[in-house]
């Protein structure tokens, strides 16, 4: 069945790096979702892109579709500590969508 | 998210008890789903439904099972837990092609 894989797990930063979070699907994908969770809550949406080599802006973070459609990528600049949590993308084919691994950030003052 | 609401938020339960976790939503949405997260395997779909009485398979639905009797009810039970089924177990509304909305979150302890 479809996968889906995002690298690193988990990544350290100091306040004020950059952070760039990877996501990988073994098959083509009709859209890729990426969601936000802090550390106690719930999964919530930040974004969709559709469009093959498609990027979108949200403040400090980018969000890329690649070409093929088969791998996404999260960027953020500048870390901050309000950036704290893991990252999961969700990529989806037909009426089903398939959870990535996710990518733990942490920010150090 | 308020408008997707679990119970019990908690439960510690011993190997071979039957478990139900409750998942209610105000949203109105037709399609509902249940995932476990585990550390380092993210979120895994257990059931899904598109509509009152209709039953999806997700990809880890062994040793579990759902219920959809209304449209605002989805409740996902465990007959006979184990240890491994031990997880954080999430519930999700979704309305057409919209994104997933999440519940807060179910703690299971299967001692």
């Known amino acids: 069945g479809q996968q889906v894989m995002q690298i690193p797990q988990y990544q350290h930063v100091q306040e004020g790096e950059d952070f760039t979070t990877y996501c990988n699907s073994s098959t083509t994908l009709s859209n890729i979702q990426w969601y936000k969770q802090r550390p106690g809550g719930h999964p919530v949406f930040l974004i969709q892109l559709v469009k093959s080599g498609e990027v979108k802006k949200q403040k400090r973070l980018t969000f890329q579709f690649g070409e093929a459609k088969k791998n996404s990528s999260l960027h953020i600049t500048a870390t901050q500590t309000t950036d704290v949590g893991t990252y999961f993308c969700?990529?989806?084919?037909?009426?089903?969508?398939?959870f990535g691994t996710g990518t733990q950030l942490k920010v150090e003052l | 998210d308020a408008d997707v609401t679990q119970t019990p938020r908690n439960r510690i339960t011993k190997t071979g008890k039957r478990i139900m976790l409750e998942c209610s939503q105000t949203?109105?949405?037709?399609?509902m789903y249940w995932y476990r997260q585990d550390p380092g395997l993210g979120l895994r779909l257990i059931y899904y439904?598109?509509?009152?009485?209709?039953?999806n398979k997700g990809e880890i639905s062994d040793g579990y099972s759902v219920s959809r009797q209304a449209q605002a009810k989805f409740s996902l039970s465990l007959e006979s837990a184990i240890p491994n089924q031990t997880a954080l177990y999430f519930c999700a509304t979704q309305g057409g092609n919209q994104p997933q909305h999440f519940g807060d979150g179910t703690r299971l302890s299967i001692l």
């Open positions: 949203k109105g949405h037709d399609r």
């Open positions: 969700a990529g989806k084919v037909g009426d089903k969508l398939t």
């Open positions: 439904s598109f509509d009152v009485k209709d039953i």
